[in-house]
């Protein structure tokens, strides 16, 4: 598996970082459109119950778009943390550094890894969040889908903002390491 992975990569290369890069980018670029451009919008709506049924569905869109960008994010960085060989430059097959600056980027690499997986875990739940205040609003509870959908765009998609610029930062320092 590990040696078709680097193959891949060796033959795909600029295909699977472009991928990479256009998953990061309309991951994040939509949560950063739809907290700062049309959350604004949402809030011309007079009815109270009409803005929650629109906010609702825009981020029901909004989830369908990125998920399979998320995937594809998913799958592009392990073939490139593998076919890169970022693990071999770093420690030998006993595990011992080998080199410390290659030690330092294949670390880097797990932590915009937890990264995006912090993001994954937190889309999931504002996924079940959204959801939830779906039928909440079915059910004529609009105040109860107004809690589930104000800690969506009050906490949960800036932290996950926050983060992306964060792991594509840490994108940027990698791509210079090789």
Do not use: C
């Not at 119950?49 to 869109?61: G, P, Q, V």
């Not at 997986?117 to 509870?141: E, I, P, W, Y």
Request: no cysteine; proline share 2%.
């Amino acid at each position: 598996m590990k040696e078709m992975m680097i193959e891949l990569f060796a033959d795909y290369r600029t295909q699977i970082v472009f991928l990479h890069i256009i998953s990061a980018v309309v991951w994040v670029g939509g949560m950063v459109a739809m907290r700062f451009a049309a959350h604004n919008s949402f809030l011309e709506i007079e009815s109270p119950l009409h803005r929650l049924e629109r906010i609702s569905h825009a981020l029901k869109r909004l989830f369908a778009i990125v998920s399979p960008f998320v995937i594809i994010l998913i799958i592009t960085a392990v073939i490139m943390a593998v076919g890169l060989g970022f693990r071999s430059a770093a420690v030998d097959a006993n595990g011992n550094v080998i080199d410390d600056y290659a030690m330092y980027i294949y670390n880097l690499v797990h932590v915009k890894e937890v990264i995006w997986m912090l993001m994954g875990a937190n889309l999931a739940a504002m996924m079940f969040f959204r959801s939830q205040a779906d039928k909440l609003l079915v059910k004529g509870d609009a105040m109860g889908a107004k809690e589930k959908l104000g800690r969506i765009g009050k906490f949960m998609v800036p932290v996950n903002i926050a983060l992306g610029v964060v792991a594509i930062y840490l994108g940027v320092i990698l791509r210079s390491a090789y």
